[in-house]
Every structure is written in structure tokens, then in C-alpha cells.
């Protein structure tokens, strides 16, 4: 397996650690539930140097990623747009951050196990485009800060005001060697993503630990995500999954990119739709776990659990249509058993995200 450049100090930790797209990684450090509550309420860091790092540069950047991706980027300096890459049939490849640094240059921040599909998708449909496609994943390494206390512990950290940096923007920094900082994330908190090179991300994230905190896992990354609703590819999305059922619209523009025919066609026939489901009795919904109405299969989960905050079992999941009505009553097969569950909307939690008023 490969490993982040925080490896070692993942052991130190005393980290359980997993496999997830090739990389060993943290599972958890102290456990899911601790981790998860940490986020919430005061801050974690995470080692996400798994992730992709695709850079697209040239005279017509600006004019192959607005063809590459579903949502419409711009040339401004520290936007990060959120936005899809589908195929000619209109299913997902992958979700991406896209960071725009001028007309001739941008990164694009892919899911670790859909590095090399991205890549290779980029170079297949470059044409006649002025423009160099690099792969740059291996030169970077990346740690998200996530939590109400991240802005006030990063900012000390590396001795900058993070205050005027706004959701979904970005700046770069020189004062420690390169480093690209983003307030972003995967949680539905506050918090920021910082890409650099490999000893300047462990210095940083050696310096969070100083100041107490917490190390988070993959687990807690999971649950962290699913409270807040936000899609992990292979599940709310792959290459069986259009993004109209995932409920991504607002990351699809009317424009013309790869596969818009297909996909907009597809939004006309839609047969099922992703929602949250509640348990009414005990039990946790796990991803695959079928569900019916009566005797009829109408859907299955995609991803469940009983949160720490929780009394009671929620999941994502795709149910047909008309059932997917909020407040319809169905039941999911746990092992068999029947176990009546709810409809309701597909957000466990208020996101804490700093947005301009």
C-alpha cells in the first residue's frame, strides 16, 4: 500500500490504521465517536494527502475546464468551485474542487480513488486544446482543519489572519515555503484545507498537535460527512449514479461540457431520488441494505449510522419514485427483518460554514 508523508506520525499517535484507495491510513485514534464530537465542538485535523492533485495550464485552461466540468469556472484569483466530471452517458467519473488561479491556470482536487481515471479522462478529451495536463498528487501533501476553533488555532499556527478568507476561496502563502490555503471542507463545519510540500505540511500538522488538536480518522471523516449530508463517491455517486438523483443540481449549469446532452436528458426521467431516511425502531441502516414499501422493493441505502448525537439509526438512500415523499412510511431489511423506517430530508445537522452575509 502506499503511504502519506504523515505515515509515521500516524503510528506515533497510536492510529488504527486501514486500507482506502491503495493508501494506509488512519481509521481512527482514540475512536469514531470521540473524534466525530471533537470536530463539532472544538477542532481536528485530517491527513488527506490521498487526494489528487491535477494542474491544467495554458492558453485555453479556461476554455477545457468549463468543457470538462458540469458547473461554470471562472478566471478569478481564490475561487474554489465545486463541480462534477461526468462521462459522454452522463454518469459520474468524479467530484472535484476546482481552484482558479488566472485564465491559464488551475488545480483540480480529485478523489484518491479516482486519480488516475481523472487524469487519463483529461488527456483523452484535450483535442485541440492549448493546454498541459500535469500530475502533480505525489509533490503534494494536504491536511484539512476542520471545527469552530479551527480559524483561531490555524491563524496562530501559521501566523496569519485567516479572517478576511471567505467560504470556498483561497489565498496562497509565502511565509513558509509555498502553501495553498482554502476555506473548504468535508464536514459541514468551519474550516480550511491547506496543500504544500511534504515537510512543510508535517511542520504544520506537528504544530496542531502541540497545541492539543485532535487527529482524525477515516471513520470520523465518514460520519462527520454523512451529518452533513455531503456526497463520498461509491456511494451517493459513481458511474451507475447520475448527479440529478444525487441531488446535485446546483453544481450543473446550462451549458454545453462532456456528456451535458445525456445528463440533461436523464433529468427528465428521473425514476428515484437521494434521501434521508429515520429509523423508527432501533437498529442501523448499513450502505446496500434493501428497502420496500409493503412487499415492493423501492430502494436501498447508500450510506447509514447512528450518530454519536443520536438515539436513533439514519441513512442516505435512493428510492424510487413517488415514494420518496417526506414523511412516507417504509421498511428496511436488517438481516431479514422488516424494521419500519421515515422518509424526512437528507440533512442531519445545520452547516456552520462561514459564507458573507
Avoid at 15 to 41: C, D, Q, W
Avoid at 111 to 136: F, R
Wanted: with cysteine.
Amino acid at each position: 500500500m502506499k503511504t502519506t508523508s504523515l505515515y509515521q506520525k500516524h503510528l506515533y499517535l497510536n492510529a488504527k490504521m486501514t486500507e482506502f484507495a491503495g493508501f494506509n491510513m488512519p481509521l481512527l485514534y482514540t475512536s469514531i465517536s470521540k473524534e466525530h464530537e471533537a470536530v463539532r465542538h472544538t477542532c481536528g485535523v485530517f491527513d488527506v494527502s490521498h487526494m489528487g492533485n491535477i494542474f491544467i495550464k495554458g492558453n485555453d485552461a479556461l476554455t477545457f475546464i468549463n468543457y470538462l466540468v458540469t458547473n461554470t469556472i471562472d478566471d478569478a484569483y481564490g475561487k474554489v468551485t465545486y463541480a462534477l466530471i461526468v462521462n459522454e452517458q452522463g454518469y459520474t467519473i468524479d467530484d472535484v474542487l476546482v481552484y482558479s488561479f488566472n485564465a491559464m491556470s488551475f488545480m483540480v482536487v480529485c478523489n484518491a480513488s479516482n486519480i488516475d481515471n481523472v487524469y487519463q479522462w483529461m488527456i483523452k478529451n484535450t483535442l485541440h486544446y492549448d493546454i498541459t495536463i500535469s500530475n502533480l498528487s505525489e509533490s503534494y501533501s494536504q491536511i484539512a482543519i476542520q471545527g469552530p476553533l479551527s480559524e483561531t488555532l490555524l491563524s496562530k499556527v501559521l501566523n496569519d489572519n485567516l479572517t478576511s478568507l471567505k467560504f470556498m476561496t483561497f489565498k496562497e502563502l509565502t511565509n513558509q515555503n509555498h502553501l495553498i490555503i482554502s476555506r473548504t471542507g468535508y464536514t459541514g463545519e468551519d474550516g480550511f484545507e491547506i496543500y504544500a510540500n511534504h515537510q512543510t505540511i508535517n511542520l504544520i500538522f506537528d504544530s496542531l498537535i502541540a497545541l492539543d488538536v485532535q487527529p482524525i480518522g477515516l471513520g470520523a471523516r465518514d460520519t462527520l460527512r454523512f451529518e452533513a449530508a455531503l456526497p463520498l463517491y461509491g456511494h451517493e455517486l459513481s458511474l451507475e449514479i447520475h448527479p440529478f438523483e444525487a441531488g446535485l443540481s446546483f453544481a450543473i449549469k446550462e451549458k454545453d461540457f462532456i456528456g451535458s446532452t445525456a445528463l440533461f436528458e436523464k433529468k427528465r426521467q428521473l425514476t428515484r431520488r437521494l434521501v434521508g431516511i429515520k429509523m423508527l425502531d432501533r437498529g442501523i441502516p448499513r450502505a446496500h441494505y434493501p428497502i420496500y414499501h409493503a412487499h415492493q422493493y423501492v430502494g436501498e441505502v447508500t450510506t447509514g449510522y447512528q450518530l454519536p448525537n443520536k438515539s436513533y439509526g439514519l441513512a442516505l438512500a435512493f428510492i424510487d419514485i413517488p415514494f420518496n415523499k417526506l414523511e412516507t412510511k417504509l421498511q428496511i431489511d436488517i438481516r431479514g427483518k422488516r424494521i419500519p423506517v421515515e422518509v424526512m430530508k437528507k440533512s442531519f445537522m445545520t452547516k456552520n460554514y462561514k459564507k458573507e452575509s
